[in-house]
């Protein structure tokens, strides 16, 4: 079986049987595209250390980051291994292949005052009504209030709100469910949105009269469910003064779960509440959280 053949079953494989995400999905195949043009399109058993060696090298050569060939190399072991299991191939030639380390990356943490202040910026410009002023507050409002990732955000549907609870019901990686709280702040803008603002966003679908998807939560300016792209362009937006211009709305996220350990909150329930498979995953933040007990101290402290 050639590579490109076998790249599309393993794929459907990663959608269809391990329910990975889209995004997750369109990295593997991004992956798995760029190897294809190293080796060309060749039967599957004619990969070797060797070329996948080669094929790392090239992209080191391209100046790649070492997350990008870190995670090219996962695609790689996983994509083999399955061919493996399915008889497609003999023997896996990733087996030896080394991933290069990756640098720990800190996430980007906004303070709890310069949060505040924006979000009621941006309250305080939803107060006239306008429905996409309602919709981008109670968005940040919920990436914040919720710790959710966007790709969860955007796929909120009404019925997945419970307001008396303030709670929210998402899908996360591998289409996991768990039920995130939301606090006090959130619940409001939240409820302004729905009553002023999305039934307005609603009835501008260009044919009304077609229902279609009619149960997201966050809606575009045209009716239509909100995608990723543009709750990265309302983040960048309102953040990118405060973190710089390449943030993205898992600052938010970042930031909630930063805060929360600011406050005392246990590190395993804030794992579950962020769906977190591994602690590990987790415990990044309370690196963030030490470094800002650090600066401060040294700041402060007389003896410092």
Same mark, same amino acid.
């Given at each position: 079986?050639?590579?490109?053949?076998?790249?599309?079953?393993?794929?459907?494989?990663?959608?269809?049987?391990?329910?990975?995400?889209?995004?997750?999905?369109?990295?593997?195949?991004?992956?798995?595209?760029?190897?294809?043009?190293?080796?060309?399109?060749?039967?599957?058993?004619?990969?070797?250390?060797?070329?996948?060696?080669?094929?790392?090298?090239?992209?080191?050569?391209?100046?790649?980051?070492?997350?990008?060939?870190?995670?090219?190399?996962?695609?790689?072991?996983?994509?083999?291994?399955?061919?493996?299991?399915?008889?497609?191939?003999?023997?896996?030639?990733?087996?030896?292949?080394?991933?290069?380390?990756?640098?720990?990356?800190?996430?980007?943490?906004?303070?709890?005052?310069?949060?505040?202040?924006?979000?009621?910026?941006?309250? !305080?410009?939803?107060?006239?009504?306008?429905?996409?002023?309602?919709?981008?507050?109670?968005?940040?409002?919920?990436?914040?209030?919720?710790?959710?990732?966007?790709?969860?955000?955007?796929?909120?549907?009404?019925?997945?709100?419970?307001?008396?609870?303030?709670?929210?019901?998402?899908?996360?990686?591998?289409?996991?469910?768990?039920?995130?709280?939301?606090?006090?702040?959130?619940?409001? !803008?939240?409820?302004?949105?729905?009553?002023?603002?999305?039934?307005?966003?609603?009835?501008?679908?260009?044919?009304?009269?077609?229902?279609?998807?009619?149960?997201?939560?966050?809606?575009?300016?045209?009716? !239509?469910?909100?995608?990723?792209?543009?709750?990265?362009?309302?983040?960048?937006?309102?953040?990118?003064?405060?973190?710089?211009?390449?943030?993205?709305?898992?600052?938010?996220?970042?930031?909630?779960?930063?805060?929360?350990?600011?406050?005392?909150?246990?590190?395993?329930?804030?794992?579950?509440?962020?769906?977190?498979?591994?602690?590990?995953?987790?415990?990044?933040?309370?690196?963030?959280?030490?470094?800002?007990?650090?600066?401060?101290?040294?700041?402060?402290?007389?003896?410092?």
């Amino acid at each position: 079986m050639r590579i490109g053949q076998a790249a599309q079953a393993y794929l459907a494989h990663l959608a269809e049987v391990r329910r990975m995400s889209s995004a997750t999905v369109r990295a593997y195949r991004s992956d798995l595209a760029d190897l294809s043009a190293t080796a060309g399109d060749v039967d599957l058993s004619l990969i070797d250390l060797e070329l996948l060696r080669e094929w790392l090298w090239r992209a080191t050569q391209r100046g790649d980051a070492r997350s990008t060939i870190a995670r090219r190399t996962s695609s790689a072991r996983g994509f083999f291994a399955w061919a493996v299991d399915e008889g497609v191939i003999a023997a896996d030639p990733s087996l030896r292949l080394v991933a290069p380390k990756r640098g720990r990356t800190l996430p980007k943490v906004a303070t709890t005052d310069a949060l505040a202040g924006m979000l009621d910026a941006l309250g !305080a410009a939803a107060v006239d009504g306008d429905p996409l002023a309602l919709r981008d507050h109670a968005l940040l409002e919920l990436l914040y209030g919720a710790a959710v990732r966007v790709s969860e955000l955007c796929g909120l549907d009404v019925g997945d709100i419970d307001q008396s609870r303030r709670t929210a019901r998402v899908f996360g990686k591998g289409a996991k469910e768990r039920v995130v709280p939301f606090g006090g702040a959130a619940a409001r !803008a939240l409820d302004a949105y729905l009553v002023r603002g999305r039934p307005v966003l609603l009835a501008r679908r260009p044919d009304p009269s077609h229902t279609g998807d009619t149960s997201a939560v966050f809606l575009g300016a045209r009716g !239509a469910r909100l995608g990723p792209r543009a709750v990265y362009d309302v983040v960048a937006r309102v953040l990118g003064p405060e973190l710089g211009a390449a943030v993205g709305p898992h600052a938010l996220r970042h930031s909630a779960a930063t805060h929360l350990l600011d406050g005392g909150a246990d590190l395993r329930a804030v794992q579950e509440m962020l769906g977190h498979a591994s602690l590990g995953t987790t415990q990044i933040y309370t690196h963030v959280s030490s470094e800002r007990l650090t600066a401060t101290y040294r700041l402060a402290h007389p003896r410092a």
